[in-house]
């Protein structure tokens, strides 16, 4: 490593992080956390994080579905149904600072490392933080739950989609994602009230919960009018214009957020009577009147270039784009200025969104791990002996791939 790069900080350097978890949201959330400096040790089993497996498509065995949320870790695989795994685990926790989790409610605790029990007093600077479905309590309380599952269950589904289409999942897992941020987002809390008390705590996480919480505008809409809310498909419930549209060449997408905006678009357009028209004088207005506003807007844009126009938008002060495809939009200019492809090796991935002006993200420090690609090393920084390693690679407690 040069001079320059030991000059180099990360937010979270020095962090340490026991990742326990699979899947996606956990393991995103320690991926935000290692892309930053923080020290992150994923603790697998013999056979893997399943979603490994999740393919095609594959590198190195691995699909992409696992590839893309664990970058800048390393792989410890350990059994921890037996009591030597256990003392493993136990030794590894000594200098964590976080330890996260999603196993089934209760697991932790049925190993004698339930967090009130044990480790609030073991460890007490500890930050322990659990993800589950539903949490330990209530009707659904230690339920399974998986991202589309939660989506159905807490209206996320009825307003996706349209009226003839009727409920549709989310096309990105935004359930497991959210989770993994908010996630992250609690732990930091956690560190900085650290800080403060010098304890540790304890981060109740779900599924259920965060989906909730992104249900934006949804759940207000409903809480002042009582009413569930409906698909409404690429419109906006609360906001008109705010649409997917079709021109001569391809579709855009405008949102205008307000009156002066829709002032300007309605020049832009040719279409200068409506923006004194008293059925679409205010955003009010415009959400009543939408169907007559939208084929107003259809016939107008029937004979422009899609591309073009968003750029003319844009130059006016209009949000408006066209809609790409994920290749188009990896390979536009602006995802190039902006940094945001990952290269090494055979890896490539998306990088962290987070920018600070001194604190630089870590790129890609480790390549995404084979099952307990570390186990060795690991353990010999934990002070294991060769012959110590030697009797747990023979006894099954420990595995690992090269």
């Given at each position: 490593?040069?001079?320059?790069?030991?000059?180099?900080?990360?937010?979270?350097?020095?962090?340490?992080?026991?990742?326990?978890?699979?899947?996606?949201?956990?393991?995103?959330?320690?991926?935000?956390?290692?892309?930053?400096?923080?020290?992150?040790?994923?603790?697998?089993?013999?056979?893997?994080?399943?979603?490994?497996?999740?393919?095609?498509?594959?590198?190195?065995?691995?699909?992409?579905?696992?590839?893309?949320?664990?970058?800048?870790?390393?792989?410890?695989?350990?059994?921890?149904?037996?009591?030597?795994?256990?003392?493993?685990?136990?030794?590894?926790?000594?200098?964590?600072?976080?330890?996260?989790?999603?196993?089934?409610?209760?697991?932790?605790?049925?190993?004698?490392?339930?967090?009130?029990?044990?480790?609030?007093?073991?460890?007490?600077?500890?930050?322990?933080?659990?993800?589950?479905?539903?949490?330990?309590?209530?009707?659904?309380?230690?339920?399974?739950?998986?991202?589309?599952?939660?989506?159905?269950?807490?209206?996320?589904?009825?307003?996706?989609?349209?009226?003839?289409?009727?409920?549709?999942?989310?096309?990105?897992?935004?359930?497991?994602?959210?989770?993994?941020?908010?996630?992250?987002?609690?732990?930091?809390?956690?560190?900085?009230?650290?800080?403060?008390?010098?304890?540790?705590?304890?981060?109740?996480?779900?599924?259920?919960?965060?989906?909730?919480?992104?249900?934006?505008?949804?759940?207000?809409?409903?809480?002042?009018?009582?009413?569930?809310?409906?698909?409404?498909?690429n419109s906006h419930p609360n906001i008109s214009p705010?649409?997917?549209?079709?021109?001569?060449?391809?579709?855009?997408?405008?949102?205008?957020?307000?009156?002066?905006?829709?002032?300007?678009?309605?020049?832009?357009?040719?279409?200068?009577?409506?923006?004194?028209?008293?059925?679409?004088?205010?955003?009010?207005?415009?959400?009543?009147?939408?169907?007559?506003?939208?084929?107003?807007?259809?016939?107008?844009?029937?004979?422009?270039?899609?591309?073009?126009?968003?750029?003319?938008?844009?130059?006016?002060?209009?949000?408006?784009?066209?809609?790409?495809?994920?290749?188009?939009?990896?390979?536009?200019?602006?995802?190039?200025?902006?940094?945001?492809?990952?290269?090494?090796?055979?890896?490539?991935?998306?990088?962290?969104?987070?920018?600070?002006?001194?604190?630089?993200?870590?790129?890609?420090?480790?390549?995404?791990?084979?099952?307990?690609?570390?186990?060795?090393?690991?353990?010999?920084?934990?002070?294991?002996?060769?012959?110590?390693?030697?009797?747990?690679?023979?006894?099954?407690?420990?595995?690992?791939?090269?």
């Amino acid at each position: 490593m040069s001079k320059l790069e030991n000059k180099i900080s990360h937010t979270l350097d020095g962090i340490k992080v026991l990742d326990l978890t699979r899947v996606l949201g956990g393991p995103y959330a320690t991926q935000i956390l290692a892309d930053h400096g923080a020290i992150v040790t994923k603790v697998e089993s013999h056979l893997g994080d399943e979603v490994r497996e999740w393919g095609p498509p594959f590198a190195k065995n691995m699909a992409s579905y696992f590839i893309n949320v664990n970058r800048n870790k390393r792989s410890i695989a350990l059994d921890l149904k037996k009591t030597a795994g256990k003392k493993i685990l136990l030794k590894l926790m000594k200098e964590t600072d976080i330890l996260i989790e999603n196993f089934k409610t209760g697991t932790m605790e049925k190993w004698g490392f339930g967090y009130e029990e044990f480790l609030k007093n073991k460890f007490p600077r500890l930050i322990h933080c659990r993800i589950s479905g539903f949490g330990s309590k209530g009707p659904l309380g230690g339920a399974p739950g998986y991202d589309a599952i939660v989506q159905a269950m807490t209206g996320m589904m009825t307003v996706n989609g349209t009226h003839e289409s009727g409920s549709v999942r989310m096309g990105a897992p935004f359930v497991d994602m959210g989770t993994g941020l908010y996630s992250t987002i609690g732990i930091l809390m956690a560190l900085y009230e650290r800080n403060k008390s010098n304890k540790g705590q304890f981060i109740d996480m779900t599924l259920y919960d965060s989906a909730l919480a992104l249900m934006h505008p949804h759940n207000a809409n409903y809480f002042l009018t009582k009413k569930p809310g409906k698909a409404t498909g690429n419109s906006h419930p609360n906001i008109s214009p705010y649409d997917k549209f079709k021109t001569a060449s391809n579709e855009i997408f405008m949102g205008i957020g307000n009156d002066a905006g829709f002032k300007r678009l309605c020049y832009a357009l040719n279409l200068e009577e409506l923006a004194n028209d008293a059925r679409f004088r205010t955003n009010g207005d415009r959400v009543k009147n939408r169907v007559e506003l939208t084929k107003f807007i259809e016939k107008a844009l029937s004979n422009v270039d899609g591309i073009e126009f968003s750029e003319k938008l844009l130059s006016a002060g209009i949000p408006a784009g066209p809609v790409r495809n994920i290749e188009e939009a990896i390979q536009h200019p602006q995802t190039k200025e902006r940094n945001m492809v990952l290269e090494k090796d055979y890896y490539k991935g998306i990088a962290s969104p987070i920018k600070f002006s001194r604190s630089k993200d870590v790129g890609v420090k480790f390549t995404p791990p084979l099952i307990g690609e570390h186990t060795i090393q690991i353990l010999k920084e934990q002070g294991y002996s060769e012959q110590e390693i030697e009797l747990l690679l023979k006894d099954e407690i420990i595995s690992t791939q090269n």
